[in-house]
């Protein structure tokens, strides 16, 4: 069974930083696209940052110079570094990616940015 499962998160202060890694295991023919997708507190989930299996990068503009999102094919593994971290960016951070050509989402991990 497919599963996709995050870690890193955790509590920073303004301006600091953060790394987010997410694994995928469990019967992966094909992983194309992945992503990290952030639900902030009463907003609905949004696009932060996106990677192409040849690693084409597509990053929302709000995080774009602050983050870095990256994988290793080999691990079946994305990243997220985080830098300059803001008080706005403080959100669930969901993995995603497309694997066997369907959309898989995994647990969130919280990200809290604040003094």
């Known amino acids: 069974q497919v599963q996709l499962g995050a870690s890193g998160g955790g509590w920073v202060q303004p301006g600091g930083s953060l790394r987010l890694s997410c694994t995928a295991s469990?019967?992966?023919?094909?992983?194309?696209?992945m992503a990290w997708y952030r639900q902030g507190p009463g907003k609905q989930a949004t696009m932060g940052a996106r990677?192409?299996?040849?690693?084409?990068?597509n990053y929302t503009d709000s995080v774009k110079g602050r983050f870095t999102i990256s994988r290793d094919n080999a691990k079946n593994a994305v990243y997220l570094q985080m830098n300059r971290l803001k008080p706005e960016d403080t959100a669930v951070y969901h993995c995603?990616?497309?694997?066997?050509?369907?959309?898989?989402w995994g647990r969130g991990t919280q990200v809290t940015v604040a003094s």
């Open positions: 995603y990616g497309e694997i066997n050509w369907r959309d898989y």
């Open positions: 469990g019967g992966i023919f094909r992983l194309n696209d």
């Open positions: 990677i192409t299996r040849s690693g084409t990068t």
